[in-house]
């Protein structure tokens, strides 16, 4: 169909009557109208049932069914990929998602294919079409849409993809939308940076409609036009329209679309648009809006002017226009009545798809300790994370590294002339010389950016295995990991997933890492369900984790600690390829019989270290290494407390709200019967890590603090 076309019929006051080769131009005009109609009387279903009480929540897309009507007829469903927000109803009915599968949505029953009744409605997503689940907050979906198209550019450098990764095409296009108080979010400019700097095919459309709920674009953005903002960014193609406007926002994306099939770089529409309800139905705009700021909208609403402007052109009568409402009126209120009656999730469903259905990386097949060749000479922790990262990125091409710092020369003209930095401890020395800058490279100073992105690389088949440089600075990135890497899978009901591992450097005992290079909080990222913990104490065990953290189904927090990165006794040969530890197997680092240590991280040597200690005055320590966090080996714990009746929790978190407090509180819950003392914690003070050495001996755990614990328990 010829949208060109479509603009000179419209666009002509006084043109002919139709001829029947134009009918196919009526027909997709007609079409156009007939879904954003379909979209307007959704929106009034859903606000009709929620005053009757029968869904729970309202949002609607009314003022821009336009624009996202065009937007669904130049882009491809199934083809194409999709990061929409809430207010995207009429796209992704022109997308090919039905008035029922909306409306299974509002009431939360378990057949709505957007989120099997776990999100609010309007949060749209759909694997037939491509439409990747959305979430509520605002504007994390525009780096992952950035991952997405980046996994498309990657893998067209990648040969070895070509048989490995399905459902990329050459000329898709990956589109996402925001709001215009979305635009503020720091996360839409690192987009555009990253899309602008690798010429990414991504469309981005900006949706104003004057307000961020009550809060007007001239107080979110300097000078009212963040397009105008933006005209620097190189490659980006910037379009502006009516978004009101059918025709003009029709002409105006297919220019926008053909630019990124044609991978000059990504575009940005601005479309002014309207908001002729309130934000939700939990705002009342006649709060903060005057009665003719509101009137002026009306006579802009895109569904009343296209309607008007198709009985003008002669593309339609009255007659048959009412008659398309009413086939639309129609098929809402049966797709309603059968939306009603739909089946809720039934209870025992709810912990489901929190984690991989189809790998269990505690499993046996994760196992093969017992299968363990050694040889070479003793490496490092360091030494022995970069020859996992090495075969297991040769095994796999899916594997792509980055983070700040972690190639080894980002111009690649000089690669063979320097040394090469590969990561601030070297953990990633010489995988971008050996693999290419296509799989291994450096990313922007910025952490929502690096996990941002590897989401939506792994949404699309990728396995990304990135590095934030420091445990310090992986703050920027907490609303990526929380609400976005570890819930992909649940809150979608196992239609997406993002299996990425993020590798942190992590904790104290630096002589000189003060507060902002000595942190460890490891509590924070424990209790988000989705999530894998790992934290290694010993080169061989990072190795074997590591293997089953990039081949397992889940998200995982890969956790080094720095101090125990080049420690001469931590050091181990290097294991066979196929070297794996299953998670939530904890090890037994020592044998003992009068009160056990539980621990993990730097803890586990110096409790060896103290366990030795006090052997010399007859007591005798047995020491568990969890290893893994989440999920963590209760069996070994519950084995341990049985047998010697006494425990310690030794870690580097602090005391208050510390992982420790989980053990505890569990040990005094279901093994109160087998304890000979109370359960006794040892963990750095609740406070911060300080610059001076001595300041620093005594806020972290030391090994004296940890015999003295012995000490004490043992005499209780």
């Known amino acids: 169909m010829n949208e060109t076309k479509v603009l000179k019929l419209v666009r002509k006051a006084d043109s002919a009557p139709a001829t029947t080769t134009e009918l196919p131009d009526h027909k997709l005009l007609l079409e156009m109208y007939r879904t954003m109609y379909l979209s307007r009387r959704l929106d009034d279903k859903e606000i009709q049932l929620k005053g009757q009480n029968r869904i729970f929540f309202q949002i609607s897309g009314a003022g821009?069914?336009?624009?996202?009507?065009?937007?669904?007829?130049?882009?491809?469903?199934?083809?194409?990929?999709?990061?929409?927000?809430?207010?995207?109803?009429?796209?992704?009915?022109?997308?090919?998602?039905?008035?029922?599968?909306?409306?299974?949505?509002?009431?939360?029953?378990?057949?709505?294919?957007?989120?099997?009744?776990?999100?609010?409605?309007?949060?749209?997503?759909?694997?037939?079409?491509?439409?990747?689940?959305?979430?509520?907050?605002?504007?994390?979906?525009?780096?992952?849409?950035?991952?997405?198209?980046?996994?498309?550019?990657?893998?067209?450098?990648?040969?070895?993809l070509q048989n490995r990764v399905s459902g990329f095409h050459d000329e898709e296009v990956t589109y996402v939308s925001l709001?215009?108080?979305?635009?503020?979010?720091?996360?839409?400019?690192?987009?555009?940076?990253?899309?602008?700097?690798?010429?990414?095919?991504?469309?981005f459309l900006i949706e104003d409609n004057g307000y961020a709920i009550s809060v007007p674009v001239e107080v979110q953005t300097a000078g009212g036009d963040v397009s105008r903002l933006i005209e620097n960014f190189p490659s980006l193609y910037i379009q502006r329209c009516d978004g009101t406007d059918p025709i003009e926002s029709l002409e105006t994306m297919r220019r926008a679309v053909e630019y990124c099939r044609q991978r000059q770089g990504p575009a940005l529409v601005h479309a002014k648009v309207i908001r002729p309800y309130s934000h939700s139905l939990s705002d009342d705009e006649k709060l903060y809006r005057p009665d003719e700021e509101r009137a002026g909208d009306a006579e802009r609403d895109p569904v009343k002017r296209f309607g008007a402007l198709l009985i003008d052109e002669g593309v339609i009568d009255q007659d048959g226009l009412q008659q398309i409402k009413d086939e639309v009126d129609r098929e809402v209120n049966e797709a309603a009545d059968i939306a009603l009656g739909s089946a809720q999730p039934p209870r025992e469903?709810?912990?489901?798809?929190?984690?991989?259905?189809?790998?269990?990386?505690?499993?046996?097949?994760?196992?093969?300790?017992?299968?363990?060749?050694?040889?070479?000479?003793?490496?490092?922790?360091?030494?022995?994370?970069?020859?996992?990262?090495?075969?297991?990125?040769?095994?796999?091409?899916?594997?792509?590294?980055?983070?700040?710092?972690?190639?080894?020369?980002?111009?690649?003209?000089?690669?063979?002339?320097?040394?090469?930095?590969?990561?601030?401890?070297?953990?990633?020395?010489?995988?971008?010389?050996?693999?290419?800058?296509?799989?291994v490279f450096n990313s922007p100073l910025a952490e929502a950016n690096i996990v941002g992105r590897a989401i939506g690389m792994a949404t699309r088949g990728l396995k990304p295995v990135v590095e934030i440089q420091f445990f310090d600075y992986i703050w920027p990135a907490m609303h990526q990991i929380r609400n976005e890497l570890a819930l992909l899978r649940w809150r979608s009901g196992n239609e997406w997933k993002a299996p990425a591992v993020i590798r942190v450097p992590i904790g104290g005992y630096l002589k000189g890492g003060a507060v902002y290079h000595s942190q460890s909080g490891v509590s924070t990222f424990t209790q988000i369900p989705g999530l894998r913990v790992i934290y290694p104490s010993n080169a061989l065990d990072a190795n074997g984790l590591l293997r089953t953290a990039i081949r397992s189904d889940d998200p995982v927090l890969f956790l080094e600690h720095k101090h125990l990165y080049r420690q001469a006794y931590n050091?181990?040969?290097?294991?066979?390829?196929?070297?794996?530890?299953?998670?939530?197997?904890?090890?037994?680092?020592?044998?003992?019989?009068?009160?056990?240590?539980?621990?993990?991280?730097?803890?586990?040597?110096?409790s060896l270290v103290a366990a030795k200690q006090m052997e010399q005055q007859g007591v005798s320590v047995e020491i568990i290494d969890l290893r893994s966090l989440v999920p963590y080996d209760w069996d070994a714990i519950a084995e341990t407390v049985k047998k010697t009746n006494r425990v310690i929790v030794a870690h580097e978190d602090s005391l208050s709200f510390g992982y420790g407090a989980e053990i505890a509180a569990r040990i005094a819950a279901e093994l109160f019967e087998y304890l000979d003392a109370p359960v006794k914690r040892v963990c750095a003070l609740d406070t911060f890590v300080a610059y001076a050495p001595q300041l620093e001996d005594a806020i972290l755990p030391q090994a004296s603090d940890v015999a003295q614990a012995i000490l004490e328990l043992k005499q209780y």
């Open 349 to 439: 469903t709810a912990t489901m798809f929190v984690y991989s259905p189809d790998v269990d990386p505690c499993s046996k097949q994760f196992d093969t300790e017992d299968q363990l060749q050694l040889s070479g000479n003793p490496g490092t922790m360091v030494d022995l994370i970069n020859r996992c990262l090495d075969t297991e990125m040769a095994r796999d091409p899916r594997i792509v590294v980055f983070g700040e710092d972690v190639a080894d020369c980002s111009r690649d003209q000089y690669l063979n002339s320097v040394k090469g930095k590969g990561g601030v401890f070297k953990v990633t020395a010489n995988l971008q010389r050996k693999y290419g800058s296509e799989r």
């Open 571 to 606: 050091k181990s040969q290097y294991p066979n390829d196929e070297f794996m530890i299953p998670f939530g197997k904890a090890k037994k680092v020592r044998e003992g019989s009068d009160l056990s240590i539980i621990t993990y991280g730097a803890l586990v040597q110096r």
């Open 64 to 160: 821009h069914e336009a624009v996202l009507v065009a937007a669904g007829v130049v882009l491809r469903p199934g083809y194409d990929w999709f990061y929409p927000y809430y207010r995207d109803r009429a796209l992704c009915l022109q997308l090919g998602m039905t008035p029922l599968e909306q409306l299974l949505s509002a009431v939360g029953a378990e057949a709505d294919p957007n989120s099997h009744g776990r999100q609010m409605p309007s949060h749209w997503g759909h694997k037939k079409l491509n439409i990747v689940s959305q979430s509520s907050p605002t504007g994390t979906q525009l780096l992952q849409a950035v991952g997405s198209a980046e996994a498309s550019y990657r893998f067209s450098l990648i040969p070895e």
């Open 179 to 203: 709001g215009d108080g979305t635009s503020s979010e720091g996360e839409f400019w690192e987009a555009l940076n990253t899309a602008s700097n690798l010429k990414l095919p991504v469309l």
